[in-house]
């Protein structure tokens, strides 16, 4: 099982960035997926689901309205859109879902919303 999440970085307050999560090593299609976040000092927080067709999403009440989840199963990738970036958002972003026995999570994308 491995998930590799990208597309983090640098951005102005109320800007955006699309990050991604590639799955690999499962049956992408069947599972639920997770974006979680973690800044430093704080517990990691879910900011969004996904069910395994795309078609129920649910958000943190954090980044309702700002954010949005989706996925693509013939691609194995899940996106987290972010937009109106605020400087509270900064924190390390990962993809992870429930399989048969554990949670998996990825190594994580940092994004820093700074000006």
């Known amino acids: 099982v491995q998930l590799v999440e990208s597309g983090g970085g640098l951005v102005q307050p109320g800007g955006s960035l699309r990050l991604s999560c590639a799955a690999s090593g499962f049956t992408f299609s069947t599972y639920v997926m997770n974006w979680y976040r973690q800044a430093p000092g704080q517990e990691r927080e879910l900011v969004a689901t996904i069910n395994s067709a795309g078609d129920t999403v649910t958000y943190a009440d954090s980044v309702k309205g700002r954010f949005t989840i989706s996925r693509d199963n013939a691609k194995n990738t899940v996106y987290l859109q972010m937009n109106s970036l605020k400087p509270e958002d900064t924190a390390m972003y990962y993809c992870?879902?429930?399989?048969?026995?554990?949670?998996?999570w990825g190594q994580g994308t940092q994004v820093t919303v700074s000006s």
């Open positions: 992870s879902f429930y399989g048969r026995y554990r949670r998996y």
